[in-house]
């Protein structure tokens, strides 16, 4: 019956054709636009719109922090019950298994991301116009930031050159090995820093700076410290960048793309979403879920009570450094000079990450949750200045350099220079990675700082050496592979 219907349908479509085919006013009216992915890109403007869109996905990069954090000792997964999204918690504890919706998002979305600036390079010859060289700049600087993101979680990962990815190509294009995505993304950042603006065209897209920090990180991450000295070098000698002077008003609304900020992910509360599509939000997802469960008071707005800072991480700090109360909400004390009142969820600590917890006043439309507009602080001038005093110092380049600029951060955090640090060697490197810890805690990047110097196995809980280095390619993607890709040691 199925079939018969739509044999019907297909002889009157036909037959409509045929009897308006005969009529003048068919023959006069005008063409009905349309415009498929093969025809597009004619135009300045149909560049800039698929530029918009490949960072689009980077709003979504909300989760790579929240887990960023939770996998690593600084903070517990939270949350209202041991069943609250329950990939957060299997990450918390290192019982995550390929099944994780959490993590096939992230996967999802980075790809989404490598895709779209890969649908910009794969016509990036189609038209000519003035200043197309920053337009595909800042692609390839997108496909950078996105394969990096990648990399970091899941290890080798499929390659494609300057074309998109399509269905069936996960049965024949292989997982590259780790050393040649780094330098398909150290081939897109060098030729990012030679092609883009010193100053951005519109706040919150790649610079020139951005291309060198983020291109330092990966050399760090590589360990290769020569070059990753020199181009951190090339971010400080800019003088593009300073420390703010207050580290209490970097994370404020106020303190959005200042001078401390070399690459901010944009977010807005000026449009909702709702869970069925979580990427879909125009705010920081991560915020609400960061909020304190049931508030009132002061400040902040509630939420979830996700990504709660541990006793460990409070109690890590120095005495006198100003920035622990910045980093971490001491909720019973907060409360108590507060005249606040709060709940408490699952594995609730007392402490919450105050960088990132939602601010009163803000519009939040459609959820206040899901549309918080606090930006994602990505690269920090400090964070440079730190992965700099790392690539000299465990280069064996220049432990004064090192020291230098180690004592930058810690004279903002301390107020003045009696907590200098003069050490050299193997106990200085031990001072910086403390250091990035206390200056970054919230931020994203204490698990990966933790694998990639070899010290997550004795500072993280449950973590099992060669398997929790990387996590599980999603279940979906080894099934649908049919046989070509491997699953990651361990699971």
Same mark, same amino acid.
């Given at each position: +019956?199925?079939?018969? %219907?739509?044999?019907?349908?297909?002889?009157?479509?036909?037959?409509?054709?045929?009897?308006?085919?005969?009529?003048?006013?068919?023959?006069?009216?005008?063409?009905?636009?349309?415009?498929?992915?093969?025809?597009?890109?004619?135009?300045?403007?149909?560049?800039?719109?698929?530029? %918009?869109?490949?960072?689009? #996905?980077?709003?979504?990069?909300?989760?790579?922090?929240?887990?960023?954090?939770?996998?690593?000792?600084?903070?517990?997964?939270? @949350?209202?019950?041991?069943?609250?999204?329950?990939?957060?918690?299997?990450?918390?504890? +290192?019982?995550? $298994?390929?099944?994780?919706?959490?993590?096939?998002?992230?996967?999802?979305?980075?790809?989404?991301?490598?895709?779209?600036?890969?649908?910009?390079?794969?016509?990036?010859?189609?038209?000519?116009?003035?200043?197309?060289?920053?337009?595909?700049?800042?692609?390839?600087?997108?496909?950078?930031?996105?394969?990096?993101? #990648?990399?970091?979680?899941?290890?080798?990962?499929?390659?494609?050159?300057?074309?998109? =990815?399509?269905?069936?190509?996960?049965?024949?294009?292989?997982? &590259?090995?780790?050393?040649?995505?780094?330098?398909? +993304?150290?081939?897109?950042?060098?030729?990012?820093?030679?092609?883009?603006?010193?100053?951005?065209?519109?706040?919150?897209?790649?610079?020139?700076?951005?291309?060198?920090?983020?291109? @330092?990180?990966?050399?760090?991450?590589?360990?290769?410290?020569?070059?990753?000295?020199?181009?951190?070098?090339?971010?400080?000698? &800019?003088?593009?960048?300073?420390?703010?002077?207050?580290?209490? $008003?970097?994370?404020?609304?106020?303190?959005?793309?200042?001078?401390?900020?070399?690459?901010?992910?944009?977010?807005?509360?000026?449009?909702?979403?709702?869970?069925?599509?979580?990427?879909?939000?125009?705010?920081?997802?991560?915020?609400?879920?960061?909020?304190?469960?049931?508030?009132? @008071?002061?400040?902040?707005?509630?939420?979830?009570?996700?990504?709660?800072?541990?006793?460990?991480?409070?109690?890590?700090?120095?005495? @006198?450094?100003?920035?622990?109360?910045?980093?971490?909400?001491?909720?019973?004390? =907060?409360?108590?000079?507060?005249?606040?009142?709060?709940? $408490?969820?699952?594995?609730?600590?007392?402490?919450?990450?105050?960088?990132?917890?939602?601010?009163?006043?803000? #519009?939040?439309?459609?959820?206040?949750?899901?549309?918080?507009?606090?930006?994602?602080?990505?690269?920090?001038?400090?964070?440079?200045?730190?992965?700099?005093?790392?690539?000299?110092?465990?280069?064996?380049?220049?432990?004064?350099?090192?020291?230098?600029?180690?004592?930058?951060?810690?004279?903002?955090?301390?107020?003045?220079?009696?907590?200098?640090?003069?050490?050299?060697?193997?106990?200085?490197?031990? =001072?910086?990675?403390?250091?990035?810890?206390?200056? #970054? +805690?919230?931020?994203?990047?204490?698990?990966?700082?933790?694998?990639?110097?070899?010290?997550?196995?004795?500072?993280? &809980?449950?973590?099992?050496?060669?398997?929790?280095?990387?996590?599980?390619?999603?279940?979906?993607?080894?099934?649908?592979?049919?046989?070509?890709?491997?699953?990651?040691?361990?699971?």
């Amino acid at each position: +019956m199925k079939n018969k %219907i739509i044999k019907i349908a297909c002889a009157l479509v036909v037959f409509a054709t045929v009897s308006i085919s005969c009529s003048d006013e068919f023959v006069d009216r005008d063409p009905v636009y349309s415009i498929d992915s093969e025809n597009y890109f004619n135009s300045e403007a149909d560049y800039n719109q698929a530029l %918009i869109a490949a960072y689009d #996905l980077l709003q979504a990069s909300y989760v790579n922090v929240l887990l960023g954090e939770i996998a690593s000792d600084n903070t517990l997964s939270g @949350g209202e019950s041991a069943n609250d999204v329950i990939g957060f918690q299997q990450v918390d504890e +290192m019982t995550h $298994t390929p099944v994780n919706s959490n993590l096939r998002d992230l996967w999802n979305w980075m790809f989404a991301g490598v895709n779209r600036a890969n649908y910009i390079l794969e016509f990036k010859d189609k038209t000519d116009f003035e200043g197309k060289e920053q337009i595909i700049a800042e692609a390839r600087f997108l496909r950078a930031y996105y394969q990096f993101e #990648l990399v970091k979680w899941f290890g080798p990962i499929p390659l494609k050159g300057d074309e998109r =990815f399509k269905l069936g190509d996960e049965k024949t294009i292989p997982r &590259s090995p780790v050393s040649e995505v780094y330098a398909a +993304m150290e081939a897109d950042l060098q030729y990012a820093v030679a092609n883009l603006a010193a100053v951005a065209p519109q706040t919150g897209r790649a610079t020139k700076g951005a291309a060198q920090a983020l291109l @330092g990180k990966i050399y760090l991450y590589q360990n290769k410290f020569v070059d990753a000295a020199n181009a951190l070098q090339d971010v400080i000698d &800019s003088n593009n960048y300073s420390l703010v002077s207050n580290y209490n $008003t970097i994370f404020e609304n106020t303190g959005e793309n200042g001078t401390e900020s070399v690459f901010e992910v944009q977010y807005s509360d000026g449009e909702g979403a709702g869970f069925g599509c979580l990427q879909c939000s125009e705010g920081n997802v991560a915020v609400g879920f960061n909020g304190i469960r049931n508030y009132s @008071g002061p400040l902040f707005d509630s939420g979830y009570s996700f990504n709660v800072p541990t006793q460990q991480a409070y109690d890590a700090y120095e005495v @006198g450094d100003n920035r622990r109360d910045v980093a971490i909400l001491n909720i019973v004390t =907060f409360a108590a000079a507060n005249n606040a009142s709060y709940g $408490t969820g699952y594995k609730h600590t007392g402490f919450f990450n105050r960088k990132y917890l939602p601010r009163q006043g803000d #519009l939040n439309i459609g959820d206040q949750n899901l549309t918080n507009p606090n930006n994602y602080r990505a690269i920090r001038y400090a964070d440079v200045l730190l992965m700099a005093a790392e690539a000299y110092n465990r280069g064996g380049i220049d432990d004064n350099a090192a020291k230098l600029y180690l004592n930058q951060v810690r004279r903002r955090a301390f107020g003045d220079n009696n907590h200098d640090i003069n050490a050299s060697g193997a106990a200085l490197t031990d =001072f910086i990675l403390a250091e990035r810890r206390y200056e #970054l +805690m919230g931020e994203g990047h204490r698990f990966f700082d933790l694998v990639r110097t070899g010290k997550a196995a004795q500072a993280i &809980s449950g973590f099992t050496v060669d398997k929790n280095e990387l996590f599980p390619i999603p279940i979906e993607e080894i099934q649908f592979s049919n046989g070509n890709w491997q699953q990651n040691p361990g699971y």
